[in-house]
T-cell receptor, first 113, second 115 residues
Framework: GNSVTQMEGPVTLSEEAFLTINCTYT??????LFWYVQYPGEGLQLLLK?????DKGSNKGFEATYRKETTSFHLEKGSVQVSDSAVYFC????????????FGKGTLLTVNP | DSGVTQTPKHLITATGQRVTLRCSPR?????VYWYQQSLDQGLQFLIH???????AKGNILERFSAQQFPDLHSELNLSSLELGDSALYFC??????????????FGEGSRLTVL
């Protein structure tokens, strides 16, 4: 079945540092890939997505590229802010497992001023 | 604000009891998904309804059941509760029946504590 593995946290960075959160996946077929973010006390919200190989999703300074050859979808941001502190979830859908998202376990990011 | 409303926000109950969690999807969304979030298991898919019909089942226990009503709101019923059922239960909605191209909109969750 489908699965998502993302780097375990917590990750603690200083403001303006570079961020990478690794995500790899296992899926049949051609899944769509997503990053969701969960701010404290809130539900998850979509951060970015990519629906086919070599697509790059981007939003709010975050980027991730769908790499089929390495089955990866790593999240990056060049300069993090305190307001980026949240839990980040990598997820996939489709590719033989329709109608539901399969999530990674989440990575807690804390950005200190 | 995602437009998805979940009630109650917090619920404390005892083992063996039964509770009902309610979800109102975003206006116009026909799909409702239920997820369970716990520290050890992460975010687990439970069940998906589209326009009143069950479309997919995930790791949902037999003690749990759900339904989607004609007005598209959904309820998740949890019975014979155990300590391990303590978790945050999220509802999400989307326009269509598939989540692979669309975006899911999540509610703020219902935190269930079983004592």
């Amino acid at each position: 079945g489908n699965s998502v593995t993302q780097m375990e946290g917590p990750v603690t960075l200083s403001e303006e540092a570079f961020l990478t959160i690794n995500c790899t996946y296992t899926a049949t077929g051609y899944p769509s890939l997503f990053w969701y973010v969960q701010y404290p006390g809130e539900g998850l919200q979509l951060l970015l997505k990519a629906t086919k190989a070599d697509d790059k999703g981007s939003n709010k300074g975050f980027e991730a590229t769908y790499r089929k050859e390495t089955t990866s979808f790593h999240l990056e941001k060049g300069s993090v802010q305190v307001s980026d502190s949240a839990v980040y979830f990598c997820a996939l859908s489709g590719g033989g497992s329709n109608y539901k998202l399969t999530f990674g376990k989440g990575t807690l990011l804390t950005v200190n001023p | 604000d995602s437009g998805v409303t979940q009630t109650p926000k917090h619920l404390i109950t005892a083992t063996g009891q039964r509770v009902t969690l309610r979800c109102s999807p975003r206006s116009g969304d026909l799909s409702v998904y239920w997820y369970q979030q716990s520290l050890d298991q992460g975010l687990q898919f439970l069940i998906h309804y589209y326009n009143g019909e069950e479309r997919a089942k995930g790791n949902i226990l037999e003690r749990f059941s759900a339904q989607q009503f004609p007005d598209l709101h959904s309820e998740l019923n949890l019975s014979s509760l155990e300590l391990g059922d303590s978790a945050l239960y999220f509802c999400a909605s989307s326009v269509g029946p598939e989540s692979n191209t669309g975006e899911l909109f999540f509610g703020e969750g219902s935190r269930l504590t079983v004592l």
